[in-house]
């Protein structure tokens, strides 16, 4: 995935100054820019403050009302339109994705605009990109005990696909609250896989 055209930067951390998951996708993006000086990169950190919960006035948004929360969703979803790369910074909390992640699925996701529905099922609208997810999780889920409790990972595909997105790679780092070596092993690991993404 050298050529990654418009980029939009999408991070979910509650704690972003030292977000492991934003550190792995700035990585990815700084390659991405050394090989093409001229990319561009928009970068939406989610908060609660910016990135309220889905709400009546956002379903009356979508119901058609002018709502501030509609034109807050007319200007994620323009943002996500314009991007040919989506990357997906995101932690694993409790076993799923920040809630502030959730809440902007809830405003991206929106019938006639990013999906439609048909006879024979949804059909997502925003076809044409890629995206990168890069996931950083305290535990190890690719394999043991807690193999098949990430929760995030496979929703965040299903609604990604859901609206289109379809070519996905995802960059994990795990273990990194397992102790000092496994931790060390597990970005190690992820920085691989994301300078193998960027060659
Ligand atoms: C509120 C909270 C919940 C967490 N829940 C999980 C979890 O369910 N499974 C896990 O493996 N790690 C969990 N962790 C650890 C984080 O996934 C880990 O610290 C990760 O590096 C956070 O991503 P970030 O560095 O990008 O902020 C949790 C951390 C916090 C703060």
Redesign the pocket.
């Known amino acids: 995935m050298a050529k990654a055209g418009n980029v939009l930067f999408v991070s979910a951390?509650?704690?972003?100054a030292?977000?492991?998951?934003?550190?792995l996708a700035e990585r990815l993006i700084g390659a991405w820019q050394a090989a093409d000086p001229t990319l561009r990169v928009t970068r939406r950190a989610l908060d609660a403050a910016s990135m309220p919960h889905l709400d009546g006035e956002l379903l009356a948004g979508f119901g058609g009302a002018a709502t501030p929360a509609a034109a807050r969703s007319d200007a994620l979803i323009a943002e996500l339109e314009a991007a040919d790369t989506l990357v997906i910074?995101?932690?694993?909390?409790?076993?799923?994705v920040p809630s502030t992640l959730k809440a902007w699925i809830d405003h991206i996701a929106r019938a006639g605009r990013t999906f439609r529905y048909t006879e024979t099922g949804p059909v997502g609208l925003l076809t044409g990109k890629r995206a990168v997810i890069v996931s950083?999780?305290?535990?190890?889920?690719s394999q043991g005990p807690?193999a098949g409790l990430d929760f995030a990972l496979p929703w965040l595909r299903a609604v990604l696909g859901f609206v289109g997105i379809t070519e996905v790679e995802v960059v994990t780092?795990?273990g990194?609250?397992m102790g000092e070596a496994a931790a060390k092993a597990g970005l190690a690991r992820a920085e691989a896989a994301v300078d193998a993404l960027a060659a």
């Open positions: 951390s509650a704690a972003p030292t977000s492991r998951s934003a550190a910074a995101v932690p694993l909390y409790n076993f799923s950083a999780r305290g535990g190890v889920y807690a780092a795990e990194l609250a």
